[in-house]
T-cell receptor, first 110, second 115 residues
């Protein structure tokens, strides 16, 4: 079953805002992955983190692998409408199996 | 850019019927996964293949689900008989464990509705 806690569960963004979300676990992971899923589609890999403390960027996205190896966060800077979707964190153990969080739903504020 | 292919994209079936899903992983990816995703949740692993061999099917309901990857390339997941609770998105993912650190790449999924 899922072992990861993602927060917030949902958030509203306004274009241009920076947004952050995080993922915590009671277990240690070797790799953290962040995915984005649009309705009716499969998850798309955004960022992969391999080392505790690592900070990695992909365009306007920045993610960090927590020092304790039990958490990770994702930041989106200067959000745009196409950032809307569901963001999932996933922790990977040495057997390469993924455990997913329940997702953070990002919606545009009207 | 190489992608994981899945078909069909959508399937509606009546309970007690048989249904099958197909997946073609990224070329060269030896490891293939089938996941089930219930609305509002993250994907959950059903079965993992390394080449043609099952590595882990501990979460696969074997009384009704079966999966095969006969030649170590494409794979089929079957449900027989389908139950109402099987309605979900079925996702296939693949990885080249030795080349990319185990990053998994997902296909577009098959949305199953059991009526």
């Amino acid at each position: 079953g899922q072992q990861l806690n993602q927060s917030p569960q949902s958030m509203f963004i306004q274009e241009g805002e920076d947004v952050s979300m995080n993922c915590t676990s009671s277990s240690i992971f070797n790799t953290w992955l962040w995915y984005k899923q649009d309705p009716g589609e499969g998850p798309v890999l955004l960022i992969a983190l391999y080392k505790a403390g690592e900070l990695t960027s992909n365009g306007r996205l920045t993610a960090q692998f927590g020092i304790t190896r039990k958490d990770s966060f994702l930041n989106i800077s200067a959000s745009i409408p196409s950032d809307v979707g569901i963001y999932f964190c996933a922790g990977q153990r040495g057997d390469y199996k993924l455990s997913f969080g329940a997702g953070t739903t990002v919606t545009v504020r009207a | 850019e190489a992608e994981v292919a899945q078909s069909p994209r959508y399937k509606i079936t009546e309970k007690s019927q048989a249904v099958a899903f197909w997946c073609d992983p990224i070329s060269g990816h030896a490891t293939l996964y089938w996941y089930r995703q219930i609305l509002g949740q993250g994907p959950e692993l059903l079965v993992q293949f390394q080449d043609e061999s099952v590595v882990d099917d501990s979460q696969l309901p074997k009384d009704r689900f079966s999966a095969e990857r006969l030649k170590g390339v494409d794979s089929t997941l079957k449900i027989q008989p389908a139950e109402l609770g099987d309605s979900a998105m079925y996702l296939c993912a693949s990885t080249n464990l030795w080349g990319t650190g185990g990053e998994q790449y997902f296909g577009p999924g098959t949305r199953l509705t059991v009526t």
